[in-house]
């Protein structure tokens, strides 16, 4: 769950004219990182783009004898096809940001259902969901391409028209079950918190989170994926065995059906402490031997081992409190509305159009501080590698990690910059080189 808030109901109240400049400058601030953005994001696909081109035509000397020329230009095209499509979606989310502020469109949006349902409540809540809703209809189709275009045409997707249209309702069932309560019970603390809800707020996203953590592998996932037990002896005793050696215990060693979907591969934990599953996609299970999913099972351990997922839940929610209370101090200043293109009520509740503009901003400014999280999750992956050549056997890893890169098309040619922003895994190359050391 992202950004879940809202502010007090303190009436807010400053003269046009002293509100002339600040609103410009809220104005030409968004503005400004917009382009900055942009032309950010256009450098990093250009150069990605350009890479993987030029080095296409033949595999780098250290994949000569493991990875073929086809596996390689496969992955060389699916990545340049992904590209392409991408800039598509930032030219889409960059057009319906200056829709939905400079252009009055949240604007407009929240007239309409203040028109049909008066202020209070219901509207508040009716302002966030036809937002959502809006933005998801107006991404389907370009979420229909990538799924029926791109993924049918490199021979990744299994999934059925009928397939996707059932798991897009059960989605917006889901979402609809667990996402209107929380928005409903932040808005209540918003106008019962007093100067400090964003704290009460702050708690309560945590301890939803962490419900929804709780209930997924049990209540969620297999809404959409069917898990079976784990029927190969040989390995569940080689995998259990390797989880007593390294002090750890789960509830249980499942399959998930996830060639329904995708040819993609995976293997992940889900739930907490003692109940902790071991979830192995059927894919992979078929692509890799013994010694190789075990050696990636390993590797998930050291994820565990070096409390990795725990670090992160710890940043994630000490920058959601910093976000929180950022929220809380933007939100009664009538610049941010009228500087974002939203005239807010002077007397009553905005806690809906505070959510949403700093929704649709924070992301502009945020994504120049992404190499710092992407640094630290590759340096993560690296010490998992670390622990699970440690732990396992450390050329079945290799053989492992070249198998899942040929299998899902991942380029062995990034660009270095295009990795530094978005990569939230080292390239096989760093990967492979420093498990060889």
Do not use: C
């Not at 037990?229 to 789960?250: C, H, I, N, Q, Y």
């Not at 839940?313 to 293109?341: E, K, N, P, R």
Request: proline share 4%; hydrophobic share 55%; charged share 15%.
């Amino acid at each position: 769950m992202g950004w879940i808030v809202a502010h007090h109901t303190t009436p807010l109240h400053l003269n046009s004219l002293t509100m002339m400049n600040p609103s410009l400058a809220m104005t030409l601030t968004l503005a400004f990182v917009l382009v900055a953005n942009l032309l950010t994001k256009l450098w990093l696909s250009g150069r990605q783009v350009r890479h993987v081109a030029q080095h296409r035509a033949e595999v780098p000397i250290a994949f000569a004898h493991t990875i073929s020329l086809e596996a390689h230009q496969k992955a060389a095209d699916y990545t340049l096809a992904k590209a392409r499509v991408s800039l598509l979606d930032l030219a889409l989310e960059a057009i319906m940001l200056i829709a939905w502020t400079l252009l009055g469109g949240l604007d407009l949006l929240n007239q309409v259902t203040l028109h049909w349902l008066g202020e209070g409540m219901r509207q508040q809540v009716a302002l966030v969901v036809s937002f959502t809703l809006i933005g998801g209809l107006i991404s389907l189709p370009l979420s229909l391409y990538q799924t029926f275009g791109i993924e049918q045409r490199f021979g990744f997707n299994n999934t059925t028209p009928k397939l996707w249209v059932s798991d897009m309702l059960k989605g917006l069932l889901v979402g609809m079950v667990l996402g209107l309560p929380i928005l409903w019970l932040v808005l209540w603390l918003m106008q019962a918190g007093g100067a400090l809800w964003w704290l009460y707020t702050w708690a309560a996203l945590v301890a939803y989170q962490l419900f929804v953590m709780w209930i997924a592998p049990n209540v969620i996932m297999p809404l959409f994926n069917k898990f079976t037990p784990l029927e190969d002896a040989t390995l569940k005793e080689r995998v259990t065995a390797l989880m007593t050696r390294s002090g750890f215990t789960a509830k249980g060693f499942f399959v998930m059906d996830g060639s329904r979907r995708s040819a993609h591969s995976n293997a992940f934990f889900t739930g907490f402490g003692a109940a902790k599953r071991v979830v192995f996609f059927d894919t992979l299970l078929a692509k890799l031997n013994g010694d190789e999913m075990e050696a990636v099972l390993a590797h998930e351990l050291g994820h565990f081992k070096h409390r990795h997922i725990l670090k992160m839940m710890a940043t994630s929610f000490a920058t959601s409190l910093a976000g929180l209370a950022l929220l809380g101090w933007v939100s009664q200043q009538v610049w941010f509305y009228t500087g974002l293109g939203v005239m807010p009520n002077l007397n009553g509740n905005n806690s809906a159009l505070a959510l949403l503009l700093f929704m649709l901003v924070l992301p502009l400014f945020t994504f120049f501080v992404s190499p710092l999280s992407a640094r630290r999750s590759r340096k993560f992956e690296f010490e998992a590698d670390a622990y699970a050549v440690a732990n396992s056997d450390g050329k079945a890893l290799a053989n492992a990690l070249l198998k899942l890169y040929q299998d899902n098309a991942s380029t062995l040619t990034p660009d270095p910059w295009y990795v530094a922003f978005y990569y939230s895994h080292p390239p096989a190359s760093q990967r492979l080189a420093r498990m060889a050391a």
